[in-house]
């Protein structure tokens, strides 16, 4: 298929044909990660803004080893050391930022929508690295891509989601991706944080707050991060929350035995999933953040213009 996007807002839009050129092109740059020598020079002479409003370990240190590995320059901006805090508005700061010539800016906000606001007013790629409620796409994709790695398919899977599904754009983006492939989604967690309106983001959808009912016949459980400042409400304080929905071994043993365990990250050992799970060789916690770089690589290096398909990657 031809390359047609400009920018990657968020993964509802995309059509499962897309999905899968994005993973194909991914599957390229992990290649690439195996190999002793990582760094290509696809991309030398571009650059890349990587505008963060919002705290990131992975996502930035992800687009940054996926520029270098590309042969890009990065301009960093971290909310917290810039000039944000003097009062600049967003659309002066990423103008701003244009002006120094980028051909790309991966952009973090808590605003959703915020990446959407930028492209309108931008003349460079725009690639949403996590907007406030809305979507993190690149997550939704490097999950698909460790789903894919595991279990040698996408289609027709049962996936449970467990957590904070209401703030969580990670799950978002993961519905968005996996209703393409026929997969049949539960949302599990507290019911302030099971909004009804997301049984109908795609048709095989299913709220089921008990967990002991979410999950067996799973083939994949996704763990949420729990924001420990929601816990503070006096309805759901954090040892309730941990008897309710923390993955436990004897919990994930109710999904399939081959199951996949994913977390996005940052997890928090202890409060929503029991470290001897995160370990557990079900979960695919490292292997998600590997290919993450691999997905991101390939994004950067098709926005920013490189060609498609088998092409590309020549290194030197
Ligand atoms: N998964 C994820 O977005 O992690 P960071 O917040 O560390 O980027």
Known sequence: MSFTFRHLLGTEALTRDEINFLLDQSRAFQAIQKQPLKKLATLRGKSAVLAFFETSTRTRISFTTAAARLGADTMNLQAESSSTQKGESLVDTVRMLEAMKPDVIVIRHAASGAPHFVAERLGIPVINAGDGLHEHPSQGLLDALTVSDRLGRLDDLNVTIVGDIRHSRVARSNIHVLSKFGCRITLCGPAMWLPAEMAAMAPNIRIEPCINRALPGANVVMVLRVQTERLREPSLPAD???????????????ARPDAVLMHPGPMIRG????????DSPQSTVLEQVTNGVAVRMALLYLLTGGAPSGAAPQTG
């Open 240 to 254: 309730e929350y941990i008897r309710l929905y923390q993955m436990t071994p004897a919990r994930l043993a109710l």
């Open 271 to 278: 409060l929503e999933i029991d470290p001897a799970v995160a």
